[in-house]
Every structure is written in C-alpha cells, then in structure tokens.
C-alpha cells in the first residue's frame, strides 16, 4: 500500500496518490453498512467506520523521495465513512430527523477530535449521492478526510474572506446572507438559523448554499439550536432536489468550515451543494472551457432555477403532509 502527496508544481496544490486501494467491495445482499454486518454491528442510529481502503492513513509509506521540484510527502491523515442510518436506502429528506441531529452531532465529534491531531490541518466533510457521480452504494453516509493540508479551495476563500474583511471590515458571508435577503429571487429555504439560497454567482445549474445567519467559522461552534435548524435546511434542500424531476437527483454536498488551527475569524461555516444536472436528461459537464479554464457558463439565469427549486420544494412539502393525513 502506497499513501503519498505529490506536488503539483502548475496549481500550487498537493495530490492524493494511493495504490493498493481498491473499491469496497459490495453487493446488495452484503452492504458493508447494513446493520449486524461484520464491520457495523447493532445497537445504533449513526455510525463512523474506517475507510477499509483509505487515500490517507495513520502510518503511510511514499514511492520514492522527493527530487528537485518534484515534492512528495507522506499520505498522512484519516478517511472516514459516517452510515447515517440503519435503513439501506434514503436520502437526507428521508431520514428520521433524530438521525438527522445525530448526523450532525457526530460530525461535530468527529472534527474535535480529528483536530486535536497535531499534523492535521484541515477536516474535510463530504456527501456524494447517485450512481451519475460514482456512488452505487445506496445506503446513506458521508465522508470525512481528515487532511494535513489546507484544500486548495478553501486556500482560495480563505483568501477572499480575509481580502474583504480587512477592506470592508465585515465577513464576506455575512454581506453575501445579507444581499440574498436583500434581493429575495434566489432564496430557497430559511428558518431562524439558517438561510439556503442558490447564490447569485452559482457555477453549477441547481447549486445551493446553506449559511449559519450567525457568525461562526467552524462546525464545532454550532449551538444545539442551530443543529436542529441545519437539520431542518438539508432536509428541505434535499426534498427540493428529489422533487424537481422524477427520480431522486445526484448530488455533491460539502461543507466548508475553518482550518482546525490558526486565527480564521473572518471565515464563516457553510455548506454547498453541487447537483450535475442541468435538465430532467441533461448534464451539465466540467468540459474544456470549465475544467481546462476553470471558467464556468451558466446556461440560463440562476434567478429561474432557483424558481424551479422553490416549486419544486413546495411540490415535496405538499407530498409529505399528503401522506402525513392519509
Ligand atoms: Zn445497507
Ligand atoms: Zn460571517
Ligand atoms: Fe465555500
């Protein structure tokens, strides 16, 4: 087994590189995440496994040694998978909302003590949901990379957050809530914590950002309100998205918080979604101009997809409370 970082000189980023690792394997019969399987056991509404075959580890070894400008350093760091329920299939929207507060108290478990590893620099939490983006396991759970790295697009808002506060003196995503609040269009969900909205700059077609209106820069920070406010947003975003067309839609989540050390005060915890639809039968790709350039187009205006989502959201909440009061 090979855990490595190389350098890429060109973007200034590190890559993960790992042999040896290989796709869990599975069938449906044998979900490695059912309960009262080897790894999982019973007795539980939340679990958080090891990766059996993680990019990172504890004690990894490199593939040669760094020569000139090419660096390599160890694959230090954790890769974890966190089952959200007991039931093989579901989705965020479908869930018990204990589940939901559990998912997100774990999550907080996990960051502190993640973080109190000296060499990791940066917990990186993740959803990735549907077959179109890679995911065949249908049973629900996210994952974390516990990284010794900070994640290049996270270098890259930290930079912006930390240009416009020392220009304007406020936190950049503070003004974003408070524009969207202003402009009203793009809104999807609010509760008295949280705000999801699909931003004015959105790259992505039915992209979606979900922020704390109170200002804090890491998930641990999250007051017990607060957890039942974000459960309550996802669960709407998530309804939102597996309302819009006839089946339950692919996604991406993340959620982007501080680096576990340092002064990052003007850094505000918040979570995207990235679903790679663009239409009912249509993706939209990272192609030449998006991948090659990091140049994004988007095909129409984000004012009218976020439209559709809020339809589509109200299609799912009538729905609910359908079945709720046969
Ligand atoms: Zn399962
Ligand atoms: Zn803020
Ligand atoms: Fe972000």
Known sequence: MINELRW???LGCWVVVSSGRRVRPWRKATCPFCPGMPETGYDWKVLVLDNKYPALRVKPKTSMESRDIYKVEPGYGYCKVVVEAGEHEGDLDTLPFDNLIEYIRVLVEECKKLCRDDKIEYVAIFRNKGEAIGVSLTHPHSQIYA???IPPR???ELKN???HYRRYGDCLF???VKLEKEDKKRIIYENPSFIAFLPFFAMWPYEVHVYPKRHFPKLVEINDEEVNDLADALRKVVSAYNSLFDFSLPYMMTMHQAPCGGEYE???FHIEFYPIHRSRDKFKYAAGIEWGFWVFTYDDLPEKKAEELRKALKSGLDKA???IHQ
């Open 321 to 323: 409370s359908a079945s």
């Open 161 to 163: 957050s930390e240009s």
């Open 8 to 10: 890429n000189p060109l």
């Open 147 to 149: 990284l010794p790295f």
């Open 154 to 156: 996270i270098v890259v």
């Open 174 to 176: 503070c003004r974003i």
């Open 266 to 268: 003007y850094y505000h």
